[in-house]
């Protein structure tokens, strides 16, 4: 056999594998962790370790480096997880828009009001666009609905924990880090200076998910960078946004959600005074309905949101913060 002729056939063979195999790749990139892949997959930890392994081995890759307790992704890991995960929700979204000429009629959507403002309303001119027929109607409120009685359709929760009585889809993770005004940190010296907070005002969403004590977010970063802060003072707010605006009017410094003040540091209204003190929560998005309901236009919504979240390519953003990997509870 010629050069060339192996060369084609270990592509050819090379893509059939990678579609039977790298979803593996894609479940432990997207978690960090070989445990929580297995969790999701059904296997042991030690069948995701091996896989990746062969994985690595096919592509001539490193794809993942390995320590004692965690597992994170090489530079050319975060590249072939970020082209994977493109290539797969565009195809999600291509499929969906085929069959985008038989969705229609009514649709409730329910989420926390801070989510809705920041997140959902603000990109729901495209999903309008992509799928015209559907009359879609969006709800907020801070507690968990009853579907049953609410006419809601599908909900949008932010938590450590979705209820087993529903069906839940994975959205997206999330992480925090304190933001303010430029004016404010200025008049306070925060500029790297985290123990300057201790004379500043601090902003709470009391209700950021549930059993949260309202200063949870507060308590749990000050806790792990070491520092003594009164988290139990400053002015509390039942919305992740209200407390946004407050920052923004320099009523004080909030712990600002990576994923709902994004906007806000791009445009220079809000600033992120400690670079490299961003921490990942153990909470994160998900999307729940009925486990008997598999309407299309759920469907539909549901994998428009999944596009909105891969859009923002959360790894990439995550280097602005320098996120370190700890888990507030």
Same mark, same amino acid.
């Given at each position: 056999m010629t050069e060339d002729k192996r060369t084609a056939t270990r592509h050819r063979s090379l893509n059939g594998w990678q579609l039977s195999k790298l979803h593996t790749f894609e479940v432990a990139a997207r978690h960090e962790s070989f445990a929580k892949a297995a969790s999701e997959l059904s296997l042991t930890p030690s069948a995701v370790s091996h896989s990746i392994n062969q994985i690595e081995a096919?592509?001539?890759?490193?794809?993942?480096?390995? &320590?004692?307790?965690?597992? %994170?992704?090489?530079?050319?890991?975060?590249?072939?997880?970020?082209?994977?995960? $493109?290539?797969?929700q565009t195809l999600s979204q291509e499929i969906l828009d085929i069959k985008n000429q038989s969705l229609s009629g009514p649709l409730t959507i329910y989420c926390r009001p801070s989510i809705a403002q920041c997140w959902v309303v603000p990109a729901l001119a495209d =999903? &309008?666009?992509? =799928?015209?027929?559907?009359?879609?109607?969006?709800? !907020?409120?801070? %507690?968990?609905?009853?579907? +049953?009685?609410?006419?809601?359709?599908?909900?949008i929760y932010f938590d450590a924990t979705p209820s087993p009585q529903l069906h839940n889809q994975y959205l997206m993770d999330e992480s925090i880090i304190p933001v303010c005004s430029p004016e404010y940190a200025r008049q306070f010296d925060l500029d790297g200076k985290p123990a300057n907070l201790s004379r500043c005002t601090l902003l709470h969403?009391?209700?950021?998910?549930?059993?949260? $004590?309202?200063?949870?977010?507060? +308590?749990?970063?000050?806790?792990? =960078?070491?520092?003594?802060?009164? !988290?139990?003072?400053?002015?509390? =707010?039942?919305?992740?946004?209200?407390?946004? !605006?407050?920052?923004?009017h320099h009523a004080g410094v909030a712990m600002g959600r990576r994923r709902l003040v994004q906007k806000r540091l791009d445009s220079g209204e809000l600033i992120t005074p400690f670079a490299g003190m961003a921490l990942k929560c153990d909470q994160h998005y998900y999307v729940s309905t009925l486990s008997d309901r598999h309407w299309p236009k759920i469907e539909a919504f549901t994998q428009w949101l999944k596009t909105l979240a891969a859009d923002e390519a959360p790894l990439r953003q995550q280097r602005k913060y320098d996120i370190a990997v700890i888990h507030i509870r």
């Open positions: 096919q592509l001539g890759i490193q794809l993942f480096v390995r &320590s004692h307790r965690k597992v %994170e992704l090489t530079a050319e890991g975060k590249r072939v997880f970020w082209a994977l995960q $493109s290539s797969l =999903f &309008s666009q992509r =799928f015209p027929a559907i009359r879609l109607s969006l709800l !907020t409120g801070n %507690e968990y609905v009853n579907f +049953h009685r609410s006419g809601i359709d599908l909900a969403d009391q209700q950021a998910w549930s059993y949260d $004590s309202g200063t949870d977010e507060w +308590h749990g970063w000050a806790q792990h =960078f070491g520092l003594a802060l009164e !988290t139990d003072t400053g002015l509390g =707010f039942d919305r992740a946004d209200l407390a946004m !605006t407050a920052a923004m």
